[in-house]
């Protein structure tokens, strides 16, 4: 059984950075792709970052690109996201996501997620 | 960028009936198109992928269609545990966007 454990989410003021983790278990994990998805307070769904299986290639949301940082290590089956500059906008929650067998790009397990709350 | 537009963002029906909810991309996106469930509280849920494959496990009174830039996830006859917000993704190519979402209630 697919098993996806986010973990890092903190109360973080305007600038600062955090990393956030992605714990995954049950399914071959350099196999798949992976993504971060957020989802601000009472919002909708917001796709943030995918990473490629062998870590290679990563691809981010216009509204992330250059602050956001995606990485894995595929010896510990994790996945991270490193967060820069932090805004008030970036508060939510962070969904880390699979990537399906059929498509790398179709995500078809979530974890619970991880809340950021940026705030001074 | 692809512009994903849902159509209507709230709808009231009562059990038993058929529900629509429609998903609009800016340009075609051939048949990449999934459609998620999420219930209050929870975690989204993979319904639907490829337009119109239902996954497993998920009851056969959802069903999608559609194709290009004009797509439709259907109920076919609401139940109490279908209150959620559906929210349909491209991904045929990044970004992989989502649609503003449904959120559907029972009358």
């Known amino acids: 059984e697919v098993h996806l454990v986010e973990s890092g989410g903190a109360v973080v003021q305007p600038g600062g950075s955090l990393r956030l983790s992605c714990a995954a278990s049950?399914?071959?994990?350099?196999?798949?792709?992976m993504h971060w998805v957020r989802q601000a307070p009472g919002k909708g769904l917001e796709w943030v970052s995918l990473?490629?299986?062998?870590?290679?290639?990563?691809y981010y949301a216009d509204s992330v690109k250059g602050r956001f940082i995606s990485s894995r290590d595929n010896i510990d089956n994790s996945l991270f996201l490193r967060i820069n500059s932090l805004r008030p906008e970036d508060t939510g929650l962070y969904y880390c996501?699979?990537?399906?067998?059929?498509?790398?790009?179709?995500?078809?397990?979530w974890g619970q997620g991880t809340l950021v709350t940026v705030s001074s | 960028d692809i512009l994903m537009t849902q159509s209507p963002s709230s709808l009231s029906a009562s059990v038993g009936d058929r529900v629509t909810i429609t998903c609009r991309a800016s340009?075609?996106?051939?048949?990449?198109l999934a459609w998620f469930q999420q219930k209050p509280g929870k975690v989204p849920n993979l319904l639907i992928s490829?337009?119109?494959t239902l996954q497993s496990g998920v009851p056969s009174r959802f069903s999608g269609s559609g194709s290009g830039t004009e797509f439709t996830l259907t109920i076919s006859s609401l139940q109490p545990e279908d209150v959620a917000i559906y929210y349909c993704?491209?991904?045929?190519?990044?970004?992989?966007?989502f649609g503003g979402g449904t959120k559907v209630e029972i009358k």
């Open positions: 996501a699979k990537g399906s067998s059929t498509s790398t790009w179709l995500i078809d397990h």
């Open positions: 049950g399914f071959t994990f350099d196999d798949y792709s």
């Open positions: 990473m490629i299986g062998d870590g290679s290639t990563a």
């Open positions: 340009q075609g996106i051939s048949n990449s």
């Open positions: 490829g337009a119109s």
């Open positions: 993704q491209k991904y045929n190519s990044v970004p992989l966007t």
